[in-house]
């Protein structure tokens, strides 16, 4: 029994295994942030469900032979359990006599008529005959409505993605949040660090927060400060990251002369591109404004900044030539005076080792007058000999203006960008609306706008994965014709393909979820898995017919077989899913709408595929029947004319 239970299945496990690979090696090497996502997943995947179908061959057709089958005093023990098995039972066969009649209507050929005013419209536009329009009669089968009904539910599903949020990945609660604040330019690092003090304690009055790091000062420069703040575990508090990042935004704005914004990497990133600085600085102003009124658009900021104030020292040529002395030599001696420099180190009494830096005291570098007071070695000796020491402002003029912050390049062009979080929308429909922004903003010639940051990323994502999903499908469809021997029965098989995509936007639609390159790879990973119902149900109607039963009994027969199984492992994979979609443990939110995706997608399509593809399989077979009834007519006619001449003598 068990050797003639692995024949029956083999072909069936054997094809469902290889589509399931099929799907998970393109997946595996996909180029991009999606490859390095899910290249160890793919890959483990992929070679667990190959060992998975050795161990169906070996170890589980030993295990069944061995193994008694419960008579009918099973759980005799635990009578609880029994009964519940009885009531599921009793389920079961509820669902193999509905599903039986469901199938026998829906590949039956009976007709129905139907009377459809649509069909006179062009013949009365043409003849301007208006009475064309009246009602005409038309029939349409039991299997026409179950394919025409599967299409319009199909096509329907599109009209639920502009309800979908879409975002390059979800936001995950890692009970940590990083603010990042600055001052206005030229603020004192004591100055900053008031500011800082007050932005404390504000914090203060959210118990949530249980540590905070502040570092003030960075390399963009003393107005910039950096806060990141611990947050209680997520199981400990009443309120998500996400609802706390909104109340620590708004209790911050209440605070004058700064300017804030949450996360490292925020989503919305354009960048500008261009010849002039101030043309630029002009337009990335304008278009701040436009982008300032899109709804969810929150800490937007410009990278391009109010310059520092700086002095300029302007050499005067003639009279430092005169005296030797280089542009160099100023540099030298200006920059460790103002700046600092190490010159020697000190061992201390507890036997550690200290820099010693030289730099002039504060009230000697704050005027430009204090500058021109700094002293040059020059070429010439006086009196006595030595060389001379003259003033920085004998050969120099020491002017106040401004410097940038930083200069930002790409590809050999001025850069200036824009920042935004996105709040209350998903980041992927915020991004959308300035991208139309954009689109309809005038730039002078020799400037352009770069979508950049998780925008860019998605893009390539998405790209990557629909170039995925046509390699998957075309394996699949190798796979399942090298498998069935045909070219039409795959057909078949992969017509349960696009029903999963209903199920997958209802999913997202019914659970809050956005569409991001998680729920797209579990659309992916649906095309491998959802192939088996289908491929259990064309095997068994396959070796039905070769045995000589009837097209019309051989499905019926394979309905009602393929049935439990068919429901067995459909459940399985929802119960697996399901830790994965509530996003249960650290980190959660990310895999949860893989999980989503996959069980949506999973009950649609097995409640499709088990009416949809029989009634496929029914339009096929007559194909098949056609073509060969037309191919022995052809060899027939070719008989007789090779004939014709023999009988003419």
């Known amino acids: 029994a068990a050797r003639e239970g692995t024949d029956e299945i083999g072909l069936a496990v054997m094809a469902t295994t290889f589509a399931i690979v099929a799907v998970f090696v393109p997946i595996a090497f996909m180029k991009g942030i999606v490859g390095q996502f899910f290249f160890q997943f793919g890959l483990t995947v992929a070679v667990a469900v190959l060992v998975s179908l050795f161990v169906s061959f070996t170890l589980d057709p030993m295990l069944s032979s061995r193994w008694r089958d419960p008579a009918g005093g099973r759980f005799s023990r635990v009578p609880w359990l029994g009964r519940f098995m009885d009531r599921v039972e009793a389920v079961v066969e509820w669902v193999h006599v509905v599903y039986g009649r469901m199938l026998e209507w829906a590949i039956s050929d009976a007709k129905h008529r139907l009377y459809v005013p649509a069909f006179g419209v062009w013949t009365a536009a043409r003849t301007r005959r208006w009475d064309a329009l009246k009602p005409r009669r038309a029939t349409i089968s039991n299997r026409g409505i179950v394919l025409w009904t599967a299409l319009l539910i199909f096509c329907g599903s599109f009209a639920l993605l502009p309800f979908i949020g879409k975002e390059f990945s979800p936001q995950v609660d890692e009970s940590f949040i990083s603010l990042r604040l600055n001052t206005p330019v030229g603020t004192s690092l004591e100055s900053t660090d008031g500011k800082v003090r007050e932005v404390e304690e504000v914090l203060k009055q959210f118990p949530e927060i249980v540590l905070a790091m502040t570092t003030v000062g960075s390399w963009d420069g003393r107005n910039y400060a950096r806060v990141n703040l611990k947050l209680t575990d997520r199981g400990d508090r009443s309120h998500s990251q996400k ?3 909104r109340a ?3 209790a911050l704005q209440r605070i004058p002369g700064i300017e804030l914004a949450l996360g490292y990497d925020r989503p919305i990133w354009v960048n500008l591109l261009g010849p002039d600085p101030d043309t630029l600085k002009q337009l990335i102003s304008e278009f701040a404004e436009r982008v300032a009124k899109v709804p969810g658009i929150a800490d937007m900021e410009i990278s391009e900044k109010a310059a520092n104030p700086a002095l300029s020292i302007r050499l005067n040529n003639d009279a430092a ?8 030599q100023v540099g030298a001696t ?8 190490t010159v020697t180190y000190w061992l201390g009494p507890d036997a550690q080792n200290y820099e010693v830096n030289v730099q002039l005291p504060r009230e000697g570098r704050r005027l430009a007058s204090d500058l021109g007071n700094l002293y040059l070695s020059t070429n010439k000796r006086g009196p006595d000999g030595e060389l001379r020491m003259v003033p920085l402002r004998q050969v120099a003029e020491i002017v106040e203006t401004t410097s940038p912050q930083i200069i930002k390049r790409q590809d050999l062009q001025r850069r200036v960008a824009l920042y935004a979080n996105a709040e209350g929308r998903p980041s992927g429909n915020v991004g959308d609306d300035v991208k139309k922004i954009v689109d309809t903003m005038q730039l002078p010639p020799g400037y352009r706008f770069v979508i950049a940051g998780q925008q860019e990323d998605f893009a390539e994502s998405a790209a990557a994965l629909v170039a995925s999903l046509g390699l998957a499908i075309i394996f699949i469809y190798l796979v399942l014709a090298s498998q069935f021997a045909s070219f039409t029965q795959p057909i078949a098989i992969m017509a349960s393909l696009p029903f999963t995509l209903i199920g997958v936007l209802l999913a997202l639609l019914l659970t809050g979820t956005s569409m991001n390159i998680f729920s797209m790879i579990g659309f992916v ?18 070796r039905s017919r070769r045995a000589g039963v009837a097209l019309h009994d051989a499905l019926l027969l394979a309905g009602q077989v393929r049935l439990r199984p068919i429901l067995m492992t459909t459940s399985a994979m929802i119960f697996g899913m399901l830790p994965l979609a509530l996003g249960l443990g650290e980190s959660g939110e990310t895999q949860a709408p893989m999980g989503r995706a996959i069980i949506g997608g999973v009950i649609t399509s097995t409640l499709l595929t088990l009416v949809v593809v029989p009634v496929i399989y029914t339009y096929l077979d007559r194909l098949f029947e056609w073509r060969k009834a037309r191919h022995a007519a052809r060899q027939a006619r070719g008989a007789e004319a090779a004939d014709a001449p023999a009988s003419g003598d």
């Open 248 to 250: 620590i935004r708004y």
């Open 243 to 245: 609802d706390l990042e």
């Open 334 to 341: 200006v920059r460790p005076l103002l700046a600092g420099e």
């Open 321 to 328: 030539a005169d005296l030797g002395i280089s542009v160099q």
């Open 525 to 542: 990973m649906l095309m491998g898995l959802v192939t088996k119902n289908a491929i259990l149900l064309v095997d068994f109607a396959n």
